[in-house]
């Protein structure tokens, strides 16, 4: 075998052994689904008429669900960092760490793993949401290329978020705590972002942060591949803020293994 053959087979071991406690867990999976479906239909039947209507022609009637869609399928892929921090977090806790040392096993396997299982939950929940939203009026017009590049982006999303929570799980002494430190991810962000209102219809200070967050630019984007217009340059600030936030990510998990593992 060669030198990267063996980390690549720790790796897809750890990430069958992540998708089996997927399966036998399934209410965390539910769960990052049901809260952005529950969103949806909140906008969509209650609140939208109103939102759509101050949002002028465009977002009014049956299209804010188009409006919408994009940021609550960021909002899903968001809702699974909670499932990835606290398995990390159990697993630093519950001693498997220690008894893997003793194993012949490639350090930090058991991080990739994390990360690839989140990245597949995401493509599966985000799927499972886009469905939902096809059933209440979403009508996307993404050329084939187009659905590819969405694809593209939530991967690349999910895998930035997922090294973050991964550092979360490491750095949190409880699961409560690792719950609690994604809550900024699951809700404030998504929330202060253009997710659910352009940021230029904001107030000034608040304008300004959504608007110099990852969160926005990425939901742009994700709203014009999926409504086929031309995203311009929003595609490479999405995948800067993607590239920064996985690196971030992946120095401060290295740092907390190694911290832990000691």
């Known amino acids: 075998m ?5 980390p690549a087979q720790d790796s897809a071991t750890m990430l069958g052994r992540e998708l089996k406690h997927t399966q036998r867990y399934p209410l965390l999976l539910v769960g990052s689904i049901l809260v952005p479906v529950v969103f949806l239909l909140l906008f969509v039947y209650i609140l939208g008429g ?7 022609p465009a977002a009014r009637g049956s299209s804010y669900v188009d409006f919408l869609t994009p940021g ?3 909002m899903t892929v968001a809702a699974g960092t909670s499932g990835t921090a606290i398995s ?3 697993d630093m806790t519950g001693g498997i760490i220690g008894r893997l040392r003793t194993m012949a096993v490639t350090r930090g396997s058991m991080l990739t793993g994390h990360v690839g299982a989140n990245v597949l939950r995401s493509l599966v929940t985000t799927a499972v949401v886009t469905g939902v939203a096809l059933l209440v009026g979403f009508r996307p ?3 084939a290329l187009g659905w590819l590049a969405v694809v593209g982006i939530i991967a690349a999303f999910s895998f930035a978020l997922a090294w973050l929570s991964v550092a979360i799980g490491l750095s949190a002494k409880t699961v409560a705590g690792a719950n609690s430190l994604t809550l900024p991810l699951q809700f404030l962000l998504p929330f202060l972002s253009s997710a ?3 940021a230029d ?5 608040v304008r300004w942060f959504s ?3 990852p969160f926005t630019p990425v939901v742009n984007c994700l709203r014009g591949l999926l409504a086929g217009t031309p995203v311009g340059g929003t595609a490479y600030v999405a995948l800067a803020w993607c590239a920064v936030i996985a690196l971030a990510g992946y120095l401060w998990a290295r740092a907390g293994f190694r911290r832990g593992t000691r």
Request: glycine share 12%.
């Open 196 to 198: 659910f209102v352009p």
């Open 201 to 205: 219809s904001m107030p000034a200070g």
């Open 2 to 6: 060669t030198t990267l053959t063996v």
């Open 88 to 90: 990390v977090c159990l």
């Open 72 to 74: 609550v399928l960021m």
């Open 141 to 143: 017009h993404a050329s």
């Open 50 to 56: 109103p939102i759509g209507h101050g949002l002028g």
């Open 211 to 213: 608007e110099h967050q």
